[in-house]
Every structure is written in C-alpha cells, then in structure tokens.
C-alpha cells in the first residue's frame, strides 16, 4: 500500500504531515513531533522511510519508489523540522554510520562527491536489521574446522546443506553437532547466513538449541546441538501409536517455554514449527533453527523483506502485510501445537499457499485434531483471534497449558485405576506360576467340585469388590456384604465343564488346567461387560424419559414393573421401572426430602432447556443458559458433600470420583460453549453447537449415574426410605 505524502503550511505557520486517501487529508503529525527519520533500502529497489513519531508506539512508515526519491523526502521534512523547532540538529538518523555525520543541512554537490552520495544513499540497510550485532562479536566462538567431522547430510536449508557429524572436545569428549554450511559467499548472503549465529550466541535456555561454535573462514561453517532422535515432525509420525496425550502437552508446554524466554528478550522467532523442533529425550523438546528470527525494540514490530516465508503457520497480519509481533509468534505457536497433537500432519496440507489467506479471513480454522483434549483446542482457537490483541501471551499460555498437562496427568491415573479394577481379579487370585492342587492328592470327584467351589468364591469376591452390581445371579448369588454366607449352586457351569477325565487329561501341565480356568473366567467378564452395556443403554432412555417429563417431583414410569424374579436377571437394577430383589438406586425409594434426587431433575430440567433453546439464542446469551447449568450443578455438589459423612468409607472413593467427572463435563460443556461462540460466523457453527449440545447430554447423564451411586451408598447404609404405602 503506498501514501502519497506531502509537507505543506497553512495560515497560522503550523507545519504537518498529511495523507490524501480517497481524496481527503488525513492528519498524521506535526513536524515537532517528529523525533527520527531513517531511510531503509528494499531488496526490490524501492525504499522504505520509517518516521519514530513522539507519543505514537509505533512508526510511520511510507513506501517510496526509489531511494534518491526517498532521500530528497527525508531532507525536505528534516528541514522543515528544523526550521519548526528553530534548531540545527538534524533527525535523519543513518544505520551504522555516525548519527551526526548530517547535524547540518545537505550542501549542493560536487562532481567530486556525487558517487560518495550514491553509495551512502544505496548502502541503507534491509528494514529492521540488528543494528549492534556484527559477526565481530562471536570471535569467541571460533572453533577449529579440524575438530569437526562432517556425516551425512540431514537436508538442505535456504543457504546450503545441513551435515550431521561430531566435535571433539580438547578433552577428548565427542558431541553430536549438526553443521549449516553457506554455499554462496557474497557478502551480503554471508551477514544473513552469520544472523542465526549472532542470535544464538545470546540464548541460554534449557529448552532451545545451544551454539556449539562457527567457522569464520571460508567455507563458513555454523555449528549447533544435535540429538539422536532428530526433528520433531519426523518423531511424530514415526512413533504416534505410542505418544500419549501428556507426552504431546509436555512436548508443547516445553516450546511455550521457550518462546516466553524469547519473548522476554524482545525476540520474535517468525518459524514456529514442528521441523524446526529437535527431540533431546523422548520428554524433552528443544527450539531451534532462528535463521528467521530478529530481535524487535520496545514491543513494536518487524517488518519482513524475505519472501520465502511458512504461508501456512503464519497469522493474517503477517501474510497481509509482513508485520511480524510475538502476537503473531503466538499465532504460529498455536499452529505448531496443532502439528503436535495431529501427530505431524501438515496445517491446511489440503490448500494452496494462496488460498489460505482467504479460508482465514473468512474465520476458518483448523479441525480439533482426534484424541487432542478440548481444552486444549479452545487455548489453540484463542491464539487464532484474528484481531493480535485478542491473542495470549505466551506468560499466560505457559499457566494453562501446564494446566492442561495436569488433568492429563490425573486422567491418565483415573484410567490407570479403572484398569487395574477391571483385572483385579485375574492379577489377585489367579497365578499361574503357582498351581492348583494335584488331582492326586485327592478323589477324582471331590478334587472337581472342590476346585469348582474355590473357584466360584473368588469370583464372588473379585466382582463384589470391584461393583457389586456386576455379579450375575444366573451364576451364583452374590453376598450383599463380607458378613453374608455364601450360597452356592446346586449345578455350575463351571463344573459341568470340566469333567473328572478332563481334569486327569491336564493332570501332567498345571498351568494349561489354570489358563483353561482363566479363559472361561475372562468370558465371563465378558458377559459381564455386555450386559452392563444393555443397562447403559437403558440408562439413556431412562433420561430421554425424564427430559420429557420435565417433572422432578412427578410418578416415576408406569410402564409396569417387572417381577422380582425378572429383575434378578438384570444387573445393576438402577432404573425407576424395576423392581427388584433389592433395592435399586432409582427405584421406589421416599423423594419427600431427598435433595440429591431434586438437584438432579432440576439440572435434567436446565440441559433440556439448554437444548431446546439453543437454536433461538445468540452466541454471547449461550453464557447465561450454561451459567444456570453450573449453578444447578453446584448446588447438586453440595447435597452430595453434606450426606457424604453419613456414608461408609468404602463408597466416597466412587462418589468423590464421580464428583470430579462431573467438573470435567462441566468444564468440557464450557469449552464447547466458547468454541461455539467463536465459530458463530463460521461454516462451523452447527458443528460447534452440536458438539455443545453433547457435552451438556454427558453431564445429565453422569448427574444421573451420581444419583445412583448416592442411592447404592444408602441402601447399603439402611439410610434409603421406603416409599410410603
């Protein structure tokens, strides 16, 4: 975009800067506030004049056909600056050279000094250069091209090829190193390629590529860290089936890290991506690669002259206009997590560099990767704002995603416990290396009922610890506490199975008799889990049926009971239509005064309003129907923590975890509740609200699964009333 500038005084001698857009003048400045004037040479010829405006952060900037153009203007605005704040001194300001070398006005040149003037005017740095960092300065980092010894070669990077290979210390100690060599060595590519050296030299971070050494002599070598396990995206796609969510989270709360550290010292790196990520460990990631990066002054921006930039990570406002902030680092860290958590696909890999902008403007953004936590995502969505003040920073990001890295932890324990309870019974009570009794140690019928019964018992037991609820009576009773006497079949399955000759055909291996007993054990578990999965689906329709009713206080379903008999067939008996031979947590039980039950139906009540009004509302009332939802879940908290006292020991470890299952729906639902909001102008917005609407379903249902936990605990309790006759 080009301003045509012009200086112009008015009848009151008040001198100004002005611009004619669409045929109106715009002020810009006085002249007294003009602090600096700098002319800055573009690598297409044209030039760049950069005014330091007092009391603006950030600087004018005005495109200029040629150089000598530019410098006709700047001398033009230097003098009435002069002449305005009546002073000699000049605010043209030249980059390594003397700042006062022009304190008086230009004088008429001669045919001696026009090729001096040219040079001083063509040898303007590139826009927004380091100005104090020479390759003078890393002398110290000099090493000895003999202690180096190159490998193959890794790839190729924008100056030349990329060896791994080794340094050997004058202690004799080798240290992997990866080596950046510099084909051209002209000058001017030589001061870009010595950039990333002079950068690095200045890093010190756990969590960001150290500088080993450079070769100063031609061929200019620089030479880095490098680790056995190579570029991120590489380790990504070579090892997904084994990297778990807290893996990818910690792998990107380690660059968060890093970026704040390059934050802090004004630094924005411009190449946030997996590529240029090494693996030190399989729990340690280091940034690398600022053969893009430069250092900025006083939060304002860089303004970038190359043109092979990452299209595909960069944030609206860099690809628009090159303006490159750590907003914009914020941006393409969002995307490099993206990378992460997709396991090392491409972002956009589906676009063309061209098209990306568009999908952008457009409020298009990339997918929820699978399996990648929805908090998470909605953190990546944020750092998408198109407007960079909307962005976090990365101090902020740092605290959340370490949040994040925390309830994956504490998910991945919960999981680890419902394991363990799910196979307790075969790690406790079967082991294989230690065999059942000899058939010879006993008559051949009374070894297989023996056996049988032994058996028989620790299954009861195995079960009944793990959920009462999951011991079948088609088998066997089961005990409804410790203290009961076991009553046992006239007939087992078991029994009828193994035969006195089977049991002498295995009498020579013991551990195939075991592992046969094992394998009919695991299906019964089997059966176990189908039937478990029947009732869940009843529990659905259970809670398709209360929405309906709307009711808290109403009958329970009418749709007649079932016998004992037939409810003894059906394990856990949870539901409100059944009776069964105990009682259920949700059967005929005395609502009068059981709050938990009332909490529940009035949190069923606000997620069916929820899902009934979500179609008239807009997106910034979504937050007042969800606000009723936590308040409602709130309330239903407290009902359980005050009769939680009340109730045995072994049963606040369930509710206490069901309790926690339910902040995470809540906090799952607030989630999809911002992403919906965000997405409301998008081609994704009926995806969000469906995914909102899911997440408020979980938290009904659990409510409801919370409920029957609290009516087992008091049935088991003899705190549950009968309901009056």
């Known amino acids: 975009?080009?301003?045509?500038?012009?200086?112009?005084?008015?009848?009151?001698?008040?001198?100004?800067?002005?611009?004619?857009?669409?045929?109106?003048?715009?002020?810009?400045?006085?002249?007294?506030?003009?602090?600096?004037?700098?002319?800055?040479?573009?690598?297409?010829?044209?030039?760049?004049?950069?005014?330091?405006?007092?009391?603006?952060?950030?600087?004018?900037?005005?495109?200029?056909?040629?150089?000598?153009?530019?410098?006709?203007?700047?001398?033009?605005?230097?003098g009435y600056c002069r002449l305005e704040n009546d002073t000699d001194d000049s605010v043209i300001y030249r980059a390594n050279k003397d700042a006062n070398a022009r304190s008086s006005l230009p004088e008429i040149p001669t045919g001696r000094d026009t090729s001096s003037s040219i040079r001083n005017s063509m040898g303007s740095d590139i826009y927004c250069e380091i100005l104090d960092e020479r390759p003078k300065s890393v002398v110290k980092y000099g090493i000895d091209r003999d202690d180096i010894v190159l490998g193959r070669i890794l790839g190729e990077g924008f100056f030349g090829e990329v060896y791994d290979g080794f340094y050997k210390k004058a202690n004799g100690e080798r240290t992997n190193v990866a080596v950046k060599t510099c084909k051209d060595c002209s000058p001017d590519v030589m001061e870009k390629f010595m950039s990333?050296?002079?950068?690095?030299?200045?890093?010190?971070?756990?969590?960001?590529?150290?500088?080993?050494?450079?070769?100063e002599e031609d061929p200019v070598w620089i030479v880095m860290e490098l680790y056995q396990y190579g570029e991120l995206g590489n380790y990504l796609t070579q090892n997904q089936s084994n990297l778990t969510n807290i893996t990818l989270v910690l792998f990107s709360l380690q660059i968060c890290k890093a970026l704040v550290y390059l934050e802090g010292v004004n630094m924005v790196h411009r190449d946030i991506a997996v590529r240029n990520v090494l693996v030190a460990s399989p729990e340690c990631v280091k940034l690398g690669d600022f053969g893009l990066s430069r250092y900025i002054e006083d939060e304002e921006y860089y303004k970038a002259s190359v043109t092979r930039l990452p299209i595909k990570w960069m944030a609206p406002e860099s690809i628009n206009f090159r303006r490159f902030t750590s907003a914009s680092d914020v941006w393409m860290f969002a995307v490099c997590v993206w990378e992460i958590m997709s396991r090392g696909q491409q972002p956009f890999f589906w676009l063309e560099n061209r098209d990306v902008i568009n999908q952008l403007e457009q409020g298009i953004r990339l997918p929820k990767p699978d399996n990648c936590p929805p908090a998470f995502y909605s953190l990546m969505t944020r750092c998408w704002s198109y407007d960079p003040r909307e962005r976090p920073n990365f101090t902020e990001l740092v605290v959340k995603i370490s949040d994040v890295h925390k309830m994956e932890k504490e998910q991945e324990i919960e999981r680890e416990r419902d394991r363990a309870r799910s196979t307790k019974f075969f790690d406790t009570k079967f082991h294989i290396s230690e065999p059942p009794p000899k058939p010879s140690r006993m008559k051949p019928g009374r070894f297989g009922n023996t056996l049988s019964i032994g058996l028989h018992i620790q299954l009861n037991e195995a079960l009944?610890?793990?959920?009462?609820?999951?011991?079948?009576?088609?088998?066997?009773?089961?005990?409804?506490?410790?203290?009961?006497?076991?009553?046992?079949?006239?007939?087992?399955?078991?029994?009828?199975s193994m035969g006195e000759g089977e049991f002498f055909r295995v009498e020579p291996n013991s551990k195939e008799d075991a592992q046969r007993l094992w394998q009919r054990e695991?299906?019964?578990?089997?059966?176990?889990?189908?039937?478990?999965?029947?009732?869940?689906?009843?529990?659905?329709?259970?809670?398709?049926?209360?929405?309906?009713?709307?009711?808290?206080?109403?009958?329970?379903?009418?749709?007649?009971?079932?016998?004992?008999?037939?409810?003894?067939?059906?394990?856990?008996?949870?539901?409100?239509?059944?009776?069964?031979?105990?009682?259920?947590?949700?059967?005929?039980?005395?609502?009068?005064?059981?709050?938990?039950?009332?909490?529940?139906?009035d949190l069923v009540k606000v997620v069916v309003q929820l899902k009934n009004d979500i179609s008239e509302l807009q997106p910034d009332q979504y937050i007042t129907i969800v606000k009723s939802v936590g308040m409602a879940l709130r309330d239903l908290i407290r009902s359980v923590d005050d009769i939680l006292p009340t109730l045995h020991e072994s049963v606040r470890t369930e509710i206490e975890g069901t309790q926690k299952l339910l902040n995470n729906d809540m906090a799952e639902l607030i989630s999809k509740m911002r992403l919906a909001q965000q997405n409301a102008i998008t081609s994704l917005k009926e995806e969000c609200k469906k995914q909102m609407l899911a997440a408020a379903h979980n938290l009904a249902m659990d409510s409801k699964n919370m409920l029957d936990a609290v009516d087992q605990a008091r049935v088991r309790a003899n705190l549950a009333k009968p309901v009056a006759p």
Not at 5 to 26: D, Y
Not at 32 to 43: E, F, P
């Open 1 to 78: 975009m080009y301003l045509t500038q012009c200086c112009t005084c008015n009848q009151s001698i008040m001198i100004s800067v002005i611009a004619f857009l669409v045929f109106q003048p715009v002020f810009l400045a006085d002249f007294k506030q003009i602090k600096r004037i700098q002319c800055l040479s573009q690598s297409d010829g044209k030039a760049l004049i950069n005014l330091e405006i007092e009391g603006v952060r950030q600087r004018l900037s005005v495109n200029v056909a040629t150089v000598p153009m530019a410098e006709n203007m700047m001398d033009l605005i230097d």
């Open 196 to 215: 990333e050296a002079v950068i690095m030299k200045n890093l010190d971070h756990p969590n960001i590529v150290k500088l080993i050494g450079i070769i």
């Open 464 to 496: 009944c610890a793990s959920s009462p609820d999951l011991a079948s009576p088609s088998e066997y009773q089961s005990p409804v506490d410790s203290m009961s006497t076991l009553a046992l079949p006239v007939k087992s399955p078991r029994r009828r």
């Open 522 to 601: 695991r299906h019964n578990m089997q059966d176990t889990l189908r039937r478990q999965k029947e009732q869940m689906m009843e529990d659905k329709k259970w809670l398709q049926n209360e929405e309906k009713l709307l009711d808290p206080m109403g009958p329970e379903d009418t749709g007649g009971p079932a016998s004992p008999e037939a409810g003894a067939e059906h394990a856990p008996p949870e539901k409100p239509p059944r009776l069964t031979a105990q009682p259920a947590p949700t059967a005929e039980l005395d609502r009068s005064d059981d709050k938990v039950y009332q909490f529940v139906m």
